[in-house]
T-cell receptor, first 113, second 110 residues
Framework: SAVISQKPSRDICQRGTSLTIQCQVD?????MFWYRQQPGQSLTLIAT?????????ESGFVIDKFPISRPNLTFSTLTVSNMSPEDSSIYLC??????????FGPGTRLLVL | KQEVTQIPAALSVPEGENLVLNCSFT??????LQWFRQDPGKGLTSLLL?????REQTSGRLNASLDKSSGRSTLYIAASQPGDSATYLC?????????FGAGTILRVKS
């Protein structure tokens, strides 16, 4: 299994501001993934973060809106920039371990007013 | 387009009943398929992982099957308990990406 922690666990933010979410994994991994779960919907992959290279973004997500850092093999951050109420979601960090089993962090619950 | 569909969207059963949750995927070129459980206000818990070459996996009261050719997977829960109440998500892996279904909300009544 994998132990993944995220900070903050939840936040309430004003529109136009930015929030940086941190993800810490208990051991080194090559790739870290960021997912979003909008209210009442399922999870959607935002981007894949590799250490030492630019993150790879999925269709509909751009670096200016969701900049990602990956300074080492156990840590990543996702920033939600210039927030609007539509950004209210749960943001989850994820890694793959063992035989390609995917594990998720507890999530960051974001409400934008 | 790679899409995953789960049926039913919600299910309510009495305690002790056996039940089946269904998952279908449009692109059969999956690497594997994973079932998760999500409890309100919490993250995802991995239940079972089936590789594309496998037909089924079992863990305790849970059994998951996979039929790649028909694009289907089922999660069988035996002797359901109130503690099984949660949202169940299936996700198909394509390369590095998991494509999720919308989930089945399960309620087991005591």
């Amino acid at each position: 299994s994998a132990v993944i922690s995220q900070k903050p666990s939840r936040d309430i933010c004003q529109r136009g501001t930015s929030l940086t979410i941190q993800c810490q994994v208990d051991s080194q991994v090559t790739m870290m993934f960021w997912y979003r779960q909008q209210p009442g919907q399922s999870l959607t992959l935002i981007a894949t973060a590799n250490q030492g290279s630019e993150a790879t973004y999925e269709s509909g997500f751009v670096i200016d809106k969701f900049p990602i850092s990956r300074p080492n093999l156990t840590f990543s951050t996702l920033t939600v920039s210039n927030m609007s109420p539509e950004d209210s979601s749960i943001y989850l960090c994820s890694v793959v371990r063992g035989q390609e089993t995917q594990y998720f962090g507890p999530g960051t619950r974001l409400l934008v007013l | 387009k790679q899409e995953v569909t789960q049926i039913p969207a919600a299910l309510s059963v009495p305690e002790g009943e056996n039940l089946v949750l269904n998952c279908s995927f449009t692109d059969s070129a999956i690497y594997n398929l994973q079932w998760f459980r999500q409890d309100p206000g919490k993250g995802l818990t991995s239940l079972l992982l089936i590789q594309s070459s496998q037909r089924e996996q079992t863990s305790g009261r849970l059994n998951a099957s996979l039929d790649k050719s028909s694009g289907r997977s089922t999660l069988y829960i035996a002797a359901s308990q109130p503690g099984d109440s949660a949202t169940y998500l299936c996700a198909a892996r394509y390369g590095n990406k998991l494509v999720f279904g919308a989930g089945t909300i399960l309620r087991v009544k005591s």
